[in-house]
């Protein structure tokens, strides 16, 4: 089975803190993706990546960053965390070519900023 | 761009009623259609696919036929169970695109006894 994991459920920051979110997949995956979730707005991709220390903006990166130094970890970075980030943040990988059609998702993170 | 609509909700439903969720979507070519189900307290999983017209998918007794002519992927179940108390997403992977995926709002499925 496919295993996306997170490296946290819950987080509590304050603004302007700097906050790390890892994602982890262990299918070899080269793609990786990180969505925002909001009531009433669905999912919103953020940045995703092709392949090691590759990365394309989604819909909505301003504000975040990303790091993909090995091809199981994908990082979202919040540079200087804001009240209007505190969302669901879920990760999702999915292999190349015809098979890519399917993402898998990890649980999620439940960002909170203060 | 590609967009895709789903119907408001939440949806209340009794246990055996039977379940339509409506999606459209908006898309130049050919995409590929899905519907995923995030059950509480856990990430989004696939439910159901279609990669070209006419295709129907189906899983767990969900079923959804791809309709081009009208730019549709409705979600059905004859009978739904508690079990299914969920978010279900329609989503779309546009023709030539690299993997990405455009999801809907998500509407809120509960199902009472």
């Known amino acids: 089975d496919v295993k996306v994991t997170q490296s946290s459920r819950y987080l509590v920051k304050r603004t302007g803190e700097k906050v790390f979110l890892e994602c982890v997949q262990d299918?070899?995956?080269?793609?990786m993706f990180w969505y925002r979730q909001d009531p009433g707005l669905g999912l919103r991709l953020i940045y995703f990546?092709?392949?090691?220390?590759?990365?394309e903006k989604g819909d909505i990166p301003e504000g975040y960053s990303v790091s993909r130094e090995k091809k199981e970890r994908f990082s979202l970075i919040l540079e200087s965390a804001s009240t209007n980030q505190t969302s669901m943040y879920l990760c999702a990988s999915s292999a190349p070519g015809p098979s890519s059609h399917t993402q898998y998702f990890g649980p999620g993170t439940r960002l909170t900023v203060l | 761009g590609n967009s895709v609509t789903q119907m408001e909700g939440p949806v209340t439903l009794s246990e055996e009623a039977f379940l339509t969720i409506n999606c459209t979507y908006t898309?130049?070519?050919?995409?590929?259609l899905f519907w995923y189900v995030q059950y509480p307290g856990e990430g989004l999983q696939l439910l159901l696919k279609a990669t070209k017209a006419d295709d129907k998918g189906s899983n767990k007794g969900f079923e959804a036929t791809y309709r081009k002519e009208t730019t549709s992927f409705h979600l059905e179940k004859g009978s739904v169970q508690v079990s299914d108390s969920a978010v279900y997403f329609c989503?779309?992977?546009?023709?030539?695109?690299?993997?990405?995926?455009?999801f809907g709002k998500g509407i809120t499925l509960s199902v009472r006894p």
């Open positions: 989503a779309l992977r546009g023709a030539g695109a690299n993997s990405k995926l455009t």
């Open positions: 299918m070899d995956h080269e793609n």
């Open positions: 990546s092709y392949d090691v220390k590759m990365k």
């Open positions: 898309a130049t070519g050919y995409p590929s």
